[in-house]
């Protein structure tokens, strides 16, 4: 969501900012990358992040955000909202009107049991199914 504090017509205001060394080679090295100066760097990454306020915060760098995706099925991740509904919707089952959480580790161990032809969906469905039959003696 774009803050107000985005407005392209807002008016500027130059700061001076006192850093230390070693965090000013950071963006000295990152603006560098980009193409920037480290001024233009730091002045994108403060408006990047001018509405994360969050006292316990949660950043995820590109490597471990790709990783993510990749867990998640693929999907790409655009922010908090996106990332915590993906991980919601990838842990839960829902059988009638009934929704089971599955951990990730046994989601993982699922999908080593997915044979050619098959989906992970069609295979939890099935299992489920032959489970309840069992429990109900419906099957040996």
């Keep these: ?17 006192e850093l230390l060394e070693a965090v000013y080679v950071k963006y000295e090295k990152d603006a560098k990358d980009n193409g920037r100066t480290v001024e ?3 002045a994108i990454r403060l408006r990047r992040s001018v509405d994360f306020t969050a006292d316990r915060p949660l950043y995820v760098p590109d ?23 993906r ?9 009638a009107d009934v929704e089971i959480e599955i951990d990730a580790r046994l989601k993982e161990r699922l999908k080593s049991r997915v044979f050619r032809g098959e989906s ?18 419906m099957r040996p």
């Design 87 to 95: 991980v919601c919707a990838s842990s839960k089952v829902k059988v």
């Design 1 to 17: 969501m774009a803050s107000k504090l985005m407005d392209v017509f807002a008016s500027k205001v130059i700061i001076k900012l």
């Design 40 to 42: 233009e760097e730091l």
């Design 63 to 85: 490597a471990e955000r790709r990783e993510l995706e990749h867990i998640l099925g693929g999907h790409l991740l655009k922010d908090a909202g996106q990332l915590v509904a």
């Design 120 to 137: 992970i969906e069609s295979v939890i469905k099935r299992e489920v199914l032959l489970g309840l039959q069992r429990f109900c003696g």
